[in-house]
């Protein structure tokens, strides 16, 4: 079945540094992607979503590509603020499927 | 605007007592509904979805039911909690498409079972 990996539990950066958190997905059918990014105590909210191979999206200042060919989409930023420490989702939907699959989650923490 | 409300914020209830959680959706005809559980710091796992009044479908067991008896509203429930229950509950809408839509969630019920 479909699947998302996120091999990352946790990240500890200081504010100004780059992050990259990984995400990889197994299905057998054409991949939606999506980040989701959930501050402490509150509801997840969507980051980006992409289906479209080998092209950058790009929101507040993150950004990622889908990779169908190593079934990836890597979250990146090129300087984390301290604002940005929350836990981040990857998940997978397919066309035609009403499930959304998440992975296991990367909690960002961002140092001064 | 849309606007999505869940009921009761939190609760803490004793293991084989009942349960009913609620979610409203505001400014929104016929969204596509979905519940999630969250274990705390854990990932979300999908429990129902549903695209019409009085439609439901389940995506894992977890001696949870649920309905939707008007078009704005979903409601998931139990009649015996299990303290595997304990947890935080979301529920969320999309407009249509299938879960590829961007699905927007409610602020969440968290539960306590002792």
């Known amino acids: 079945g479909d699947s998302v990996t996120q091999t990352e539990g946790l990240v500890t950066l200081t504010k100004g540094l780059p992050v990259m958190l990984n995400c990889t997905y197994q299905?057998?059918?054409?991949?939606?992607l999506f980040w989701y990014v959930q501050h402490l105590n509150e509801a997840p909210k969507l980051l980006l979503k992409?289906?479209?191979?080998?092209k950058r999206t790009e929101h507040q200042g993150f950004y990622a590509t889908l990779h169908k060919s190593s079934s990836s989409f890597h979250l990146q930023k090129s300087s984390v603020q301290l604002s940005d420490s929350a836990l981040y989702f990857c998940?997978?939907?397919?066309?035609?499927?009403?499930?959304?699959?998440f992975g296991s989650g990367t909690q960002l923490t961002v140092m001064p | 605007a849309q606007t999505i409300h869940q009921w009761p914020v939190a609760e803490i209830k004793a293991v084989g007592s009942p349960l009913s959680l609620g979610c409203t959706i505001k400014?929104?005809?016929?969204?596509?509904l979905y519940w999630y559980w969250q274990a705390t710091g854990g990932t979300l796992q999908q429990l129902f979805y549903?695209?019409?009044?009085?439609?439901v479908e389940s995506v894992v067991q977890l001696n949870l039911s649920a309905s939707r008896p008007k078009d704005d509203q979903f409601i998931l429930s139990t009649e015996k909690l299990l303290l595997s229950h304990s947890g935080f509950y979301l529920c969320?809408?999309?407009?249509?498409?299938?879960?590829?839509?961007?699905?927007?969630f409610g602020p969440g019920t968290r539960l306590l079972v002792l």
């Open positions: 998940a997978l939907s397919d066309l035609g499927s009403w499930q959304l699959i």
């Open positions: 992409s289906s479209t191979d080998n």
């Open positions: 549903s695209i019409t009044v009085g439609q």
């Open positions: 299905t057998t059918y054409s991949p939606f």
């Open positions: 969320a809408w999309s407009r249509t498409g299938g879960a590829r839509d961007t699905q927007y």
């Open positions: 400014g929104k005809s016929s969204p596509n």
